[in-house]
């Protein structure tokens, strides 16, 4: 029994090392074991898949963090690679506007005063620090630095099978966020119907 515990562990870890590449490369393979290994312990799985195993990876980061470390940020800035490639996975299995019809600019006239449908592919994140450049150029094999603190706001969203990272800026964070839920882009401040077609034309809306 104890080997096949040991190799069920075994497994949690590897599923960590391939939805956080970016992490591990950030932490070191040694101290990114440490972590996701207390993490486990914290948070065993308790359903039969391992999509929702790490959901709360970034929050413990936080949680456990000394509040010496937080101060001087550190812990933060793991914290927001976490979210993000997390929000990465999530963007990657969703629903995206693969196989749907396009929202043209005659639709979104007629339909401005509508709530509009977004992809389930979409994730909206505020960050401390930039830490997508860090991510994808991981993700590319690439060097990259870790970034200082800095304010920064990204969709992550799946287009044509690929998820793509797009910075924004803190007006189109929010003016994206209450499209998500649900409010007309005509009952929202200083949108313009060009910003919201460029965002169709990247798959975020579908007609």
Same mark, same amino acid.
């Given at each position: 029994?104890?080997?096949?515990?040991? %190799?069920?562990?075994?497994?949690?870890?590897?599923?960590?090392?391939?939805?956080?590449?970016? *992490?591990?490369?950030?932490?070191?393979?040694?101290?990114?074991?440490?972590?996701?290994? *207390?993490?486990?312990? !914290? @948070?065993?799985?308790?359903?039969? =898949?391992?999509? !929702?195993?790490?959901?709360?990876?970034?929050?413990?980061?936080?949680? =456990?963090?000394?509040?010496?470390?937080? #101060?001087? /940020?550190?812990?933060?800035?793991? %914290?927001?690679?976490?979210?993000?490639?997390?929000?990465?996975? +999530?963007?990657?299995? /969703?629903?995206?506007?693969?196989?749907?019809?396009?929202?043209?600019?005659?639709?979104?006239? %007629?339909?401005?005063?509508?709530?509009?449908?977004?992809?389930?592919?979409? +994730?909206?994140?505020?960050?401390?620090?930039?830490?997508? @450049?860090?991510?994808? !150029? !991981?993700?590319?094999?690439?060097?990259?630095?870790?970034? %200082?603190?800095?304010?920064?706001?990204?969709?992550?969203?799946?287009?044509?099978?690929?998820? =793509?990272?797009?910075?924004? #800026?803190?007006?189109?964070?929010?003016? *994206?966020?209450? *499209?998500?839920?649900?409010?007309?882009?005509?009952?929202?401040?200083?949108? @313009?119907?060009?910003?919201?077609? =460029?965002? #169709?034309?990247?798959?975020?809306?579908?007609?």
């Amino acid at each position: 029994m104890s080997i096949y515990h040991q %190799a069920y562990y075994l497994r949690l870890l590897q599923v960590f090392e391939q939805e956080y590449p970016a *992490l591990r490369i950030a932490l070191g393979a040694e101290l990114f074991k440490e972590f996701s290994g *207390l993490y486990l312990q !914290a @948070h065993p799985p308790h359903t039969y =898949t391992l999509q !929702a195993l790490s959901a709360g990876f970034a929050d413990y980061i936080i949680a =456990t963090a000394p509040p010496a470390d937080l #101060s001087a /940020g550190w812990p933060r800035l793991i %914290a927001d690679l976490a979210r993000l490639e997390r929000g990465f996975q +999530q963007v990657y299995h /969703g629903a995206g506007a693969e196989g749907r019809e396009a929202l043209t600019p005659a639709v979104l006239s %007629a339909r401005w005063d509508q709530p509009l449908e977004c992809i389930e592919a979409m +994730q909206i994140l505020s960050l401390e620090f930039p830490v997508h @450049h860090f991510m994808l !150029a !991981a993700r590319a094999g690439k060097e990259e630095q870790l970034p %200082a603190s800095q304010p920064t706001w990204v969709v992550l969203a799946r287009q044509n099978y690929r998820v =793509t990272v797009q910075e924004l #800026s803190q007006l189109e964070w929010h003016q *994206l966020l209450q *499209l998500r839920k649900g409010v007309a882009p005509g009952a929202i401040t200083d949108l @313009h119907p060009t910003v919201v077609y =460029t965002w #169709s034309t990247r798959g975020w809306f579908v007609a």
